[in-house]
């Protein structure tokens, strides 16, 4: 006698259905598992404290000590009439015009451009356009250094004694100069004298 065939009656299942079911179960759990990892890091956004622009992240003791601390004016040597200190509020066009000046009609040899801290970048900006003015016919001459500042410390008591604290900024000094053969026609049209 021959094998019989199983007959399936009525439902029609079979084996592959069974898998797409496991399969099913899979994802819906990992959907689950994603919405929780989603809801805890939206949970855990939301308890982060944030932050503004005004604010820091810096503890608040040291926001407090730095209202409190005064800064003192830089040390300068006794200034000559060829010094010019540049500062970030000082007027660029001035400052242009008056070193002109110095080179072009008063005739002075050289003259020296000084800027610290965040004037580093607009005395350099000033010798490059003073440059441009007279046509590429100057000399310039770059040093830096370290200049040590001092600031006052007031205390939020009274009683308390004033402290001082020393720091340390940037500073470039510039000495600029016009070309030999410029600086003879310029004391030439203007009939000045040799300063030194």
Do not use: C, W
Not at 15 to 34: F, T
Not at 179 to 184: A, G, L, Q
């Amino acid at each position: 006698m021959g094998k019989a065939k199983k007959k399936s009656f009525g439902l029609g299942l079979s084996s592959e259905p069974y898998k797409n079911k496991k399969q099913d179960e899979k994802l819906e759990v990992s959907k689950e598992q994603s919405q929780d990892t989603f809801t805890s890091k939206v949970e855990n956004k939301t308890t982060k404290k944030s932050y503004t622009k005004n604010e820091s992240k810096k503890p608040l003791e040291t926001i407090i000590q730095k209202k409190n601390i005064r800064k003192r004016m830089p040390q300068r040597p006794a200034t000559i009439p060829t010094d010019i200190y540049v500062s970030r509020k000082s007027n660029f066009k001035g400052q242009l015009f008056r070193a002109k000046k110095l080179l072009m009609e008063n005739g002075y040899p050289s003259i020296t451009i000084h800027g610290l801290g965040a004037a580093i970048q607009k005395s350099i900006n000033l010798v490059l356009a003073l440059n441009d003015l007279t046509h590429n016919q100057i000399i310039y001459k770059t040093t830096t250094s370290t200049v040590q500042l001092v600031d006052d410390i007031i205390p939020d008591d009274d009683d308390k004694d004033l402290e001082s604290q020393i720091r340390q900024n940037s500073a470039v000094h510039i000495q600029v100069s016009l070309k030999e053969d410029v600086k003879k026609y310029v004391l030439n049209k203007n009939n000045l004298p040799v300063k030194r």
